[in-house]
């Protein structure tokens, strides 16, 4: 045989040769892939869990729980309970109106008595305003399970009901209308003295946890029971009387590679003792094993084309890349998704131009990702926040720090919203800073119930509550710093003829105008309330006799100046003192009210200084 023959042969030999190993370097391979497939799914399964339950349904019901406990521990709903007031109840309803009106999520919010009787009712249908229950179409719960089980719980507990389907008038309201509920029992010398109890819709929670890319999501209960179900007509089977057995959905059983399980009974904490079954999809599967054949396929070229010798390394390491950025690439999709609706976060330069925007942003401001683009952080400035608190904010992350506080914003709308936000400076490569990046959690509920719980409902002035609140404060103060305090006490002067002659709603109407114009002739440092019936108070720090006496006196002829519709003129009646060694709270209210009474004594529409008696 010729040279030239041998080297033809040869090469014939090794190419053949080279590919004969090439493939079966690719079936190691390919065997590896699937191990290496099954590893991912797993851990794809894992990460799913984490987002769906530990991140988004954990702090669902979390947030909803510290609801609950903010209403059961809010001091109105306390003093109801304690009292029977009829003023307390009044601001209750609004105090459950502004917590339903703040959470889309609340469908139903209740007060109900220790005699099992609904004193305090607010509805909500799906996307709708909420509104009150007429008290003629309140109902006594006293017979319903979860009166039962909540009025024999310890104080401070929560309850979790079942995740079902929402029952009105005895039937399965349709469309069907999944809800769960939460309550907190009321206690008063330790006894049981009622519950607060929130429903919530879960349609959008559901749709959150619901579904992914790689899996199909089923919720059962301990029963075997479907919660959740990809086929919608089979979720809740249990409430609708549809059999559903478990073999349908899964033949094979759960104990295979592609089910994965995870109990949810540490989230929802109640008697579904629910599990949360992750199957895989065949088009995942699909998907991954075709970009492993289509690597191999590559693999094998490559490895003929190098060397047979390290087909096996060289065709295992671009399927291990593939997979990281694969992995690395879904799973920074889903927390960007996540971080985009559930965080409220902006990015601006350094002079508060807005540069981007998550979709939470843009649903909390009301403005569209585009109009808010380009403008300053002003767009959603509440003008009346407090201007000393963005001065600190600039001096905090102008020096490289991270400011964390509670501000207030007002949306397109012209409506308040609360954010508790960190403001976090990032930095160019000279160390400069060249972004600031704004987090938020909306925590206009929270601010409701306490402006709620501080606010006298129909003079929308501090109640008497507050003011004590306030005046122990000043009056600690005052005895530190000695900068002057005086009180002003402010009487309606005849005023039970307006009730009598006009009718209650036109003395409230009265009431309401009064404390608005007491309101605009006062000084930003002054702090307005309502003490009781017709009577006013002002407190005024860093205020000598004398000064409160030019206050006292303006407020006065604002209101004689004043026509009311119907009723014309009416006058006040003013009495002042101010703070002197050794006073207590209690010593200046007493001495304005001796003046407010020498007033009203010796003609009204007076002010009289305690110090002239």
Known sequence: MSQKSFQKYFMIYFIVFGAIISFFGAGINYAFQIKEINFDTNKKAKDIYDIKIQTILKSTINNMDETVKSLATNKTVLEYITTNSF?????????????????????????????????????????DDPFAISKDKLQDKSDS?????????????????????????????????????????????NEFSGMVIVNMHIDNLFNAIGKSSAFEHYIVDKDNNFILHPNNEFSFNKYKNIDRNLNIDFPNGLNIDEIFLFSIDNVLHNDDKATLILKTKNVYKSTLLDSKIYTSIWVVIITIILSFILSIFVSRNPVKLQIALL?????????????????????????????????????????????????KMHIVRHPDEDENKFKELWQTVSSGKI?????????????????????????????????????????????????????????????????????KQEVEIEKRHSNGLSVILIDIDHFKDVNDTYGHQMGDIVLSKIAELITINSRKSDIQGRYGGEEFIIICPQTTCNQALILAEKIRVSIEDFTFEQIGKKTISLGISSFEENDAEEDLVKKADIALYEAKNTGRNKVIVYKEL
């Open 87 to 127: 003023h307390a109840e009044e601001d209750l309803e609004q105090i459950f109106m502004a917590v339903v009106a703040s959470q889309k999520e609340i469908m139903q919010a209740r007060l109900i008595s220790k005699d099992g009787k609904e004193i305090i009712r607010i509805d909500r249908n799906k996307n």
């Open 145 to 189: 399970d979860y009166f039962q089980i909540v009025s024999k719980m310890n104080e401070q507990s929560i309850w979790h009901s079942k995740i079902d389907l929402n029952i009105e008038n005895g039937k399965i309201e349709i469309p069907y209308n999944p809800v769960f509920r939460i309550a907190m029992p009321l206690f008063n010398n």
């Open 327 to 375: 992995k690395a690439h879904e799973k920074l999709n889903e927390f960007t998704k996540i971080i985009d609706n559930y965080i409220i976060k902006a990015t601006t330069k350094k002079d508060s131009t807005i540069i981007n925007v998550s979709s939470a942003f843009v649903k909390s401001s009301g403005y569209s990702k585009e109009e808010l683009i380009g403008e």
């Open 403 to 471: 400011w964390d506080g509670e501000i207030r914003n007002k949306n397109k709308k012209g409506e308040d919203y609360w954010l508790h936000q960190h403001i976090i400076p990032t930095f160019d490569e000279n160390n400069n800073i060249e972004t600031l990046v704004s987090l938020g959690t909306d925590i206009t509920a929270k601010k409701e119930l306490e402006k709620m719980a501080s606010i006298d409902k129909l003079t929308n002035i501090y109640n008497r509550r507050m003011i004590d609140d306030f005046l």
